[in-house]
């Protein structure tokens, strides 16, 4: 089969569309949740902070896509790795949504403080926090775990230029690794994200230029 240039610059533009929307939302999160002591301005930064909670959610809708979009591709090789793929990109989507809601729970929680933040609610914001922080690391162990079969599926079919989905392996795994770290308390996810966001820039970048190779259909897997 052959994709049609408007086929892959959609997959080029979703892969990148992320970076912006997940950067983007945490950083507008972020800034309102510095402080838990002053968990009672959340409610005056309310359009900031949910205007962050709806970037994030635009993310959990692009990675959807991501999966949906390269089912026809990966299916003419695997059809197992692509219905594989689909629900990683699902799983992901739906763990980084609970991920948003316990963030919009903050914000509910900064309304009820009426002014005055006790240590009840501090508590209960960090625990929000850090079901928000768990939700994201469980996402990223399972889109590390499920990508790297995608990635070497890629790599059989001759899609792309070879090292790019070796690249892309690589850094899932990593992903996932950095991922499992951080659950047992370690910061190294954002070091061992590295490879795993580069292959997903470089990915995008290649598919809105120069789009797939000529896919030539072989024996399912």
Known sequence: MNTTRLHSRSLGILFLLPFFAYGLGTALVTSVLQEPEHLALVADQRTPFVGGALLLLLNSITVVGIGVLFFPILRARSPSIAVAYVCTRV??????????????????????????????????????????????????????????????????????PSLLPLVGAVGYGLLALGAVLELFGLPWGVLFSGPGGLFELLLGGWLIAKGFRTITPSVAA
């Open 91 to 160: 799983m992901e989507a739906l763990i980084l949504i609970v991920g948003v809601v316990f963030l919009l729970c903050i914000l509910q929680l900064g309304e009820s403080a009426r002014g005055q933040t006790t240590p009840e609610l501090v508590t209960l914001f960090k625990l929000l926090s850090k079901g928000n922080f768990w939700a994201y690391q469980l996402a990223m162990i399972i889109l590390g775990t499920g990508s790297v079969a995608f990635c070497l599926s890629l790599y059989r079919a001759r899609l792309l």
